[in-house]
């Protein structure tokens, strides 16, 4: 903990939300050391109690004068708007700000991190981190071993994501769908018995803004900006845990099948799930409530010279927010 010479004091900033809850799990789970925590929500949410680690502490109305008291590492999960305007007071007030929404991701100065990735570029910050799109984390801990030992060409995802994406009002319309309610608070159609290929607005050209996400966080994450990606995200109606289908075209050749399986399950963060004999393959389910991404179906694309097809599995509100950001504070307190 050199970086801060003592525990450092935390904020968790949209405490009483999905992934601002879900920082509180995590960092007790992981028994993040910490000196003094406060949780900040909007005035709606203030006064609120909240239980963490043992205690009871209440929730502070999130105003400009949040940061006068000393916080070291602050756990941003409020929303765009609200990251564009108190991540910077946070960060002019000392703290290192980490932060969920995409407010910051793609600003060139504001580094993307994903710790099994490129930890390294943490120490680049000047206050505030970005957590990248709960999809884009799950596949880029799949493809960094990949891109790393063989090159890749090309890059097409196929997704396949759970309501919790949505946040809590993704949640409520499946739940009330399910029983013949279609209350269609976060979706344009009922989301029960129903795949939406509609992730975000649909931009200019062509692509949903998840999609676009996805294209350009990848290439930013592994850090290479002429990387060809193409992406379709759908929203499926499960509750927990993102899927995808990757196919990857490799700039070198590979072995077979085993090779791959096995760069992947010496990878950081990955646990391969892969013999289709016995029915063996990652689950939603079996990943939800899980820090790991899950990797199977390995197999050769038999259309590309060097390619290959996968599925990747992980828990979008742990990983894939949650725990990716208490990750990135545990970075900072080791450097």
Aim: glycine fraction near 10%; include cysteine; charged fraction near 25%.
């Amino acid at each position: 903990m050199s970086g801060y010479g003592k525990k450092p004091n935390l904020a968790i900033v949209g405490a009483t939300g999905l992934v601002g809850g879900t920082f509180l799990k995590v960092l007790e789970e992981r028994k993040f050391p910490y000196g003094e925590i406060h949780m900040l929500a909007t005035a709606k949410s203030a006064g609120r109690t909240l239980t963490f680690d043992g205690r009871t502490y209440i929730v502070e109305e999130l105003t400009e004068r949040s940061f006068d008291k000393p916080i070291d590492i602050a756990l941003f999960s409020a929303g765009g708007e609200t990251s564009g305007i108190f991540a910077p007071i946070a960060a002019g007030h000392g703290a290192t700000v980490v932060d969920n929404s995409s407010q910051w991701r793609m600003d060139p100065t504001v580094p993307l991190i994903v710790p099994e990735v490129n930890p390294d570029d943490a120490r680049k910050n000047r206050g505030i981190i970005a957590n990248p799109n709960c999809s884009t984390i799950q596949a880029v801990v799949a493809l960094k071993p990949l891109y790393d030992k063989y090159g890749i060409k090309r890059i097409v995802y196929s997704t396949y994501q759970a309501v919790s994406g949505s946040g809590l009002k993704g949640i409520r319309d499946l739940e009330e769908g399910l029983k013949g309610n279609d209350i269609m608070q976060a979706y344009p159609h009922p989301i029960a018995g129903n795949c939406l290929p509609h992730i975000d607005v649909f931009t200019d050209n062509g692509y949903t803004k998840e999609e676009m996400k996805m294209i350009d966080e990848t290439r930013k994450i592994l850090g290479d900006e002429k990387l060809a990606v193409t992406v379709t995200t759908v929203r499926v109606p499960i509750f927990e845990s993102h899927s995808e289908a990757i196919n990857v075209e490799f700039e070198r050749p590979f072995g077979d099948a085993e090779e791959i399986k096995a760069v992947l399950a010496d990878a950081p963060g990955i646990v391969v799930r892969d013999d289709p004999g016995n029915n063996i393959y990652p689950l939603a389910r079996e990943a939800a409530g899980q820090d790991a991404v899950f990797v199977g179906r390995i197999r050769r694309d038999f259309s590309v010279e060097s390619g290959v097809n996968f599925w990747c599995v992980a828990d979008n509100i742990r990983k894939g927010a949650a725990t990716n950001a208490v990750q990135i504070a545990e970075l900072l307190i080791k450097q």
